[in-house]
């Protein structure tokens, strides 16, 4: 059974939008609450709740995070860049999962995977911390060969596998291509002893060929769920997912 992390960010794009200049982000009339969300979502069957706290706190905030980490029963995953500032916040959370993740203060969403080769010693100090705070740690990183080699020998328990240029390539021949590239990195990451998730641009049409690929422990997801809640409320949207991921 392939696990469902629900990323809530977008519940708190949705607030801000609104509250951005209020200092306190719940309680009264401030909605809609990322948490309370989140309480939902588990109901629903989320196996885990995922939030990325951005450096410029665009959706997500600490007080947010801090109220998950009390709120929720399942797992709390927190995606951070691999800075002291964030290390040293994610040891005072205490989470159960952390996910390394590239932040660019431009883009609208993660880009593209981590640079584990490039930044190796620091994403090596990064997972260590974690390492021996018994944080798990995850990798987030492009099905690639060289990057996956590297996770496993900063010795980070997990990785997640963009899916992002995979489900960007919908309807166009490019897209057997990076779903080959997600095959090949998923089964290397599996050998390697990595356990493997995976992640962004997950929809309910495409999870039909993603749930397929081998050695899937998780899938993140957000967009395509808070979407779907809209319309449906969260219940109705956790459940379908989850029934899609493992029909
Ligand atoms: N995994 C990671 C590491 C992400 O950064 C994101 C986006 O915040 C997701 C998964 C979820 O992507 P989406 O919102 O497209 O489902």
Redesign the pocket.
């Known amino acids: 059974m392939i696990l469902l992390?629900v990323?809530i960010?977008?519940c708190a794009t949705v607030r801000q939008a609104r509250y951005r200049q209020v200092a306190v982000t719940d309680g009264g009339v401030i909605e809609p609450d990322p948490v309370a969300l989140a309480v939902l979502a588990e109901r629903a069957g989320a196996d885990g709740i995922?939030v990325?706290l951005r450096e410029d706190r665009r959706h997500i905030q600490e007080r947010d995070v801090w109220r998950l980490r009390e709120s929720i029963a399942t797992r709390l995953n927190l995606?951070m860049t691999c800075t002291p500032a964030m290390t040293e916040f994610a040891l005072k959370l205490k989470p159960d999962f952390v996910?390394l993740?590239p932040e660019n203060r431009e883009e609208v969403?993660?880009e593209g995977g981590l640079d584990v080769v490039g930044g190796r010693g620091r994403v090596r100090d990064c997972v260590a911390a974690m390492n021996a705070a018994g944080i798990k740690a995850s990798l987030?990183i492009d099905p690639d060969e060289a990057q996956i080699e590297c996770a496993a020998a900063v010795a980070a328990p997990f990785v997640?596998l963009?899916t992002?240029a995979y489900?960007s390539a919908c309807h166009t021949p490019q897209q057997g291509r990076e779903f080959q590239r997600l095959r090949l990195g998923t089964a290397q990451a599996h050998e390697l002893g990595l356990t493997v998730n995976a992640?962004?641009?997950?929809?309910y049409v495409n999870i039909a060929e993603v749930r397929t690929l081998p050695h899937l422990h998780e899938l993140?997801?957000?967009?395509?769920?808070?979407s779907r809640a809209l319309f449906t409320g969260i219940d109705e949207a956790v459940r379908e997912m989850k029934a899609r991921m493992n029909a």
């Open positions: 992390g990323n960010d977008h995922t990325h995606e996910c993740v969403t993660t987030f997640e963009h992002g489900a992640g962004h641009g997950i929809n993140n997801i957000g967009h395509s769920i808070i």
